[in-house]
């Protein structure tokens, strides 16, 4: 029966992207930690760590996002033996995927900075831990900010992807709302948004972040 | 025992030999310039002293500590050999007194208190006491080869290494940088500059070494060599960089 879009659905899809961003904000901290050693391994002076965390962003960047959530969905309980719910599944799915393309820009952000900051805390007699704690990553922070807020940017809009898995968020709400009421401009309009009512503070507070970094230096 | 101690090294970036059997020796106190053109092998030279370049033969040895061996402790020798680059290599996200403290505080462990008399004291010493809080960006560029200095001061190093430090600067400020050396000669230090300002190295430097293709080609007292070049390879670079 099609009934009409109401207020309601509006409240539904709000609901609705409370898991868009609660699923975001645990794909970001996963994926963070992951990033974190994926792109200290790729900057490493040892050969073997880079070359796996090269193979590891190789990897997950080569399949498409959505296998990885069928991999993880269907796959953990045929390899595994383990059921895993459409939450831990997509969680799984999602940092794995974000820590390679955090694990990427990162890298490229401590590579940024010149080799000769590395080689001035050398020569003091810094060790390679110190001259990435103290003067390679607080330079590179400043550098990372923009293309990592981003990253976060397009992860809020890829949890819809987690639909295939039947995890509920707010693209999926959309179109269950859609087969309700028959609006589709009216519903995906309101879909719109609030994914832009997300995004948005977001590349705002990027902007501030870095000017305030400038100052600050 | 001799403080530096280079003995047949050789260096080489893929086929290409950039240190063909250098040997020297450099006692405490001396102040050795080194020149030669560029590609002479000179910067490689100080920077396979300090470690930053490991060597494919012979031995450099280092206030006892044999830099060239696998293994060696670099860190504790760069506690004892302060290298100051041509491009400053400050650290633009610190301010001056943090640049300066920073080894001393994360390598030596001097609390926060005596770090910034460290600062102040090495700062006085470039005459430069009054920028400790400004950052490298506000100075200009001799200023901050001053505070690179300063910054290997703070180390309190038995040897400094100077790698062409006044090839960014104008002249002017290349006079306020030179006053600076000088200054650091006249203490004691045991240094050994690559440098082109060869009124410089006459005046201050015990001794010159002239590099050509990878070898030490002549070397003696900055006067004899400077003036009586043996080799017409020396004869040929003097002409080119006195006129």
């Not at chain 1, 599944?89 to 890298?107: H, M, V």
């Not at chain 1, 003067?135 to 809020?156: C, D, K, N, S």
């Not at chain 1, 609006?183 to 948004?193: C, G, K, L, Q």
């Not at chain 2, 006044?166 to 006249?186: F, R």
Request: glycine residues 10%; charged residues 20%; positive net charge.
């Amino acid at each position: 029966m099609i009934r009409e879009f109401a207020a309601i659905d509006v409240y539904y899809l709000l609901l609705a992207a409370r898991w868009t961003l609660a699923l975001t904000a645990l794909a970001f901290v996963g994926g963070g930690l992951f990033g974190i050693v994926v792109a200290l391994m790729r900057v490493s002076p040892f050969m073997p760590l880079r070359a796996l965390g090269a193979a590891y962003v190789n990897v997950v960047q080569g399949i498409p996002l959505l296998g990885w959530l069928f991999v993880f969905f269907f796959g953990l309980p045929i390899l595994a033996g383990v059921q895993v719910s459409s939450w831990v599944a997509a969680t799984i799915a999602f940092s794995f995927y974000a820590g390679a393309f955090l694990g990427e820009i990162w890298r490229g952000c401590l590579q940024a900075i010149p080799r000769q900051q590395w080689e001035a805390g050398a020569a003091l007699g810094l060790g390679f831990g110190e001259q990435l704690r103290h003067v390679i990553v607080p330079q590179a922070v400043r550098v990372a900010i923009p293309p990592t807020v981003g990253f976060l940017v397009q992860l809020i809009k890829n949890t819809s992807l987690g639909a295939v898995i039947g995890f509920v968020e707010l693209t999926r709400e959309g179109q269950l709302t859609n087969a309700a009421t028959y609006r589709p401009f009216t519903v995906y309009i309101a879909v719109a948004a609030i994914y832009f009512a997300m995004c948005f503070p977001l590349t705002q507070l990027s902007r501030r972040l870095e000017r305030r970094l400038r100052v600050a230096r | 025992m001799s403080l530096v101690e280079l003995k047949g090294v050789v260096k080489r970036f893929g086929t290409n030999t950039v240190l063909d059997d250098v040997s020297m020796n450099v006692e405490r106190g001396e102040i050795i310039a080194v020149i030669g053109r560029s590609g002479s092998g000179k910067s490689t030279m100080l920077r396979c002293i300090n470690g930053l370049e490991p060597v494919q033969g012979g031995t450099v040895v280092v206030d006892g500590e044999t830099v060239s061996a696998p293994g060696a402790d670099l860190r504790a020798l760069r506690q004892r050999v302060g290298i100051v680059f041509q491009s400053y290599n400050l650290f633009p996200h610190l301010s001056v007194e943090k640049n300066i403290t920073l080894a001393p505080r994360v390598v030596k462990g001097i609390d926060p208190g005596t770090a910034r008399e460290l600062a102040l004291g090495v700062l006085r010493r470039v005459g430069l006491a009054e920028k400790i809080d400004a950052y490298p960006d506000q100075l200009s560029g001799g200023q901050q080869q001053r505070v690179a200095i300063a910054r290997s001061l703070a180390m309190q190093p038995k040897l400094m290494l100077f790698d062409e430090i006044t090839s960014a600067l104008d002249p002017e400020l290349t006079g306020e940088v030179l006053k600076v050396l000088e200054q650091v000669a006249a203490e004691g230090m045991t240094m050994i500059l690559v440098t082109h300002e060869m009124g410089f190295a006459r005046r201050v430097a015990t001794r010159v070494v002239f590099m050509h293709q990878g070898r030490i080609w002549e070397e003696g007292g900055a006067r004899e060599v400077l003036e009586k070049p043996r080799t017409p390879e020396l004869a040929t670079f003097l002409d080119a960089v006195l006129h």
